[in-house]
């Protein structure tokens, strides 16, 4: 049967170079199958006729390049793309009829699904300032006012994302998570894993995959991006034909830790989910928020990040760039720490505080002549007026006590930074009456 349109002229061309066109066609012009071939298996591309767009699903692990590749235009006209086709790039298909017609079918060849980042499945926990598109989350510890406040982010060191984790819940057997360095500081990676709450591995690059255990169903993930450097999440892709569902966990409670370096988790390689705040905040079953920042000197500022907010418990381990590098005298200290301690409970007045006092260090006096002897003495003061003004929720937590192990002379060790979380917590379980 001598077919209507006698020549039909197929070619590929990338997407970037086309120009759409406007033409109607009839039904027998249209697009009526596109096929791939790979490893002997064949797939069947779906066809949004409307919208002129083939789609075709490959497995995870599929090769995207190479193909034999089949189109159908009517009943008995086809047509082999070549093999050297890649299709790793979208392409577009353009059919030309006898009469110079033309039509366009874009073609896009995945072997992933790549989830939509503004869906509220895909959880963002410790972080208080996020924003999403669908292709983007933006994660920031701290509010304009803070990043702009030299005292509190210093060197960009308040743009990473200490204690953030990123949860979500699917059964795909594999999982490719993508994040893309932004402004703030880059001092190294260090993403950690965890599937169903029992840790996975650690990954150095910003891009990694991450395969589910076998014999389960749908898992939890969560992702805690590196304690020094500044990212935001730019892709999660899963198989073809799996779910992302809601994880639905109980809601925890709100833990906000203030510092410095020794809170954010220098001293811990670029591992957040090595420091303190966050190895505490595992053990209670808290939402951690950290809020240290290395470099930091104390500044009431960031007490505005408390505003609004649902806080269960605040600590504040803060001082030592003020005692050490700047050489405040104990007062100046005191005024810095008192509008601290009062900002705080302007706008969290009743949740547990406990401040700690300086730790441990091996550095000796600074050539400014104040012994850390005397910021203890503020600290210790300072609570004690609280308490006298009836103030039964703030605690002291004697840091002249506290001697960890120290990576240099200032900064806990990874194993230092673990006994530090065990002391939070024997003096949190013993001392403080959760709420």
Known sequence: MKQKFSILIL????????????????????????????????????IDEENKIVNVKLPWNTYLEGFKSKIEVSANATYTISDSVNFSQPQVLTVIA??????QYKVIVSNVHKLALNDLKIEVLGCLHTKRDSNHVFMSRFNDTNLSEPRVNYMQNGQTQS???????????????????????????????????KW???????????QKSPNKD?????????????????????????????????????????????????????????????????????????????GSKVSWKVATELENRKADLITVLWGYNDWYFVGETASN???????????IREFQPNT???????IGTENPTPTSGVKIEEYRKVME????????????????????????????????????????ATILEDFITKTIQLK
């Open 11 to 46: 070619s590929l061309i990338l997407l970037i170079s086309c120009k759409s066109n406007s033409f109607v066609f009839s039904g027998e012009k249209q697009l009526l199958s596109f096929e791939v071939e790979y490893n002997l298996q064949k797939y069947k591309g779906e």
């Open 98 to 103: 006898e009469d110079k017609s033309s039509v």
């Open 163 to 197: 204690g953030v984790i990123i949860r979500f819940r699917t059964n795909s057997n594999y999982i490719r998570v993508k994040f893309t360095e932004t402004a703030g500081a880059h001092w190294g990676n260090d993403y950690g894993v965890w599937e169903d709450g």
């Open 200 to 210: 996975i591995n650690s990954f150095v690059n910003h891009n990694f995959t991450v």
């Open 218 to 294: 749908f898992v939890t993930w969560e992702i805690s991006p590196s304690l020094m450097n500044a990212v935001d999440l730019s892709s999660i892709e899963i198989e073809n034909g799996k779910q992302l569902i809601a994880t639905e966990l109980a809601v925890q409670k709100q833990y906000f830790a203030i510092g410095n370096s020794i809170t954010q988790g220098v001293g811990q390689g670029n591992a957040g989910y090595l420091s303190y705040p966050f190895l505490f905040g595992r053990k209670l079953n808290y939402e951690t928020y950290n809020l240290g920042v290395g």
């Open 333 to 343: 200290y005191r005024n810095y720490m008192l509008a601290l301690i009062n900002k």
């Open 352 to 358: 547990s505080l406990v401040c700690i006092s300086l």
């Open 381 to 420: 003061q300072l609570v004690a007026e609280r308490k006298a003004l009836g103030d039964t929720n703030i605690f002291l937590l004697d840091g002249s006590k506290i001697n960890v192990e120290l990576m240099d002379k200032v900064h806990p060790s990874v194993r230092g930074a673990a006994d530090l």
